[in-house]
């Protein structure tokens, strides 16, 4: 039987899938790093994945184990000349996040004097303005999907964003197919409803569609998914 953990890991990585032969970086936990493992080693085999540093892995090890096959170097130009290039594929977090995939990791509240201040803006211009980017949210309330975000750090589909592919959550898939280019309910996790996750939503969400029902892993991935994360550190990301 599967978890909702594990549906979430296989939503992320299906975010991957017709990538082919292009970097896959998974950003801030297991379930993402988890994910784009999991689609190189079933339904995205040219995906390249690296560990987590400066290497691209030719093997796909389990979580905390270092490669036995190193395929390249990945020093930090590197990286960037792919994400200058539209040949990386991240999936990002986000504090705060609005109807148009505008996310926030810099500060929450005023930015003269904020609430809180968080990581700052990092590589999210960039990746959003060259790269498919994704979100993995593991929390879906009214406090991270907000009608305005404070600061904008990654662009949404109303400022450029090269393409936003999807936004995953503990309770749902999202992408931006609504009109304009805003978010909208695709599927809900097995065990969620509509309501549920419209009203975890601080914006009207668009639901005419049609949603549907998250697929839940096959034996095959959860067998990769049991190698590659034996701990099971991707339940401790997800509340169930």
């Known amino acids: 039987m599967s978890s909702r953990a594990d549906v979430c890991v296989v939503a992320c990585a299906e975010a991957f899938r017709g990538d082919g032969e292009i970097l896959a970086a998974g950003i801030g936990g297991a379930v ?3 994910a784009a493992r999991l689609a190189r080693l079933t339904f995205e085999p040219e995906l390249l994945t690296h560990d987590g540093v400066c290497l691209l892995t030719g093997d796909v090890p389990a979580l905390g184990q270092a490669p036995e096959v190193v395929e390249g170097w990945l020093p930090f130009r590197e990286h960037l000349w792919l994400v200058l290039n539209g040949r990386r594929h991240v999936m990002l977090g986000a504090s705060q996040i609005d109807r148009y995939g505008n996310t926030n990791i810099s500060c929450v509240g005023d930015w003269a004097r904020p609430k809180a201040q968080l990581l700052g803006v990092r590589g999210a211009p960039g990746n959003t303005r060259c790269d498919p980017t994704s979100y993995w949210i593991p929390r879906h309330s009214r406090r991270t999907f907000v009608p305005e ?11 450029g964003a090269y393409e936003l592919r999807r936004v995953v959550t503990d309770l749902a898939v999202l992408d931006f197919g609504a009109d304009g280019g805003a978010m909208r309910l695709v599927s809900v996790h097995p065990g969620v409803g509509v309501d549920e996750v419209v009203a975890a939503t601080g914006f009207d969400l668009d639901i005419s569609g049609g949603v549907t029902q998250t697929r839940e ?3 095959e991935e959860l067998r990769v998914l049991d190698r590659l994360d034996p701990n099971r550190l991707r339940d401790r990301e997800v509340a169930a």
């Open 149 to 159: 975000v404070d600061m904008v750090s990654g662009l949404g589909t109303d400022r």
């Open 217 to 219: 892993p096959s034996d």
């Open 32 to 34: 993402t790093v988890l």
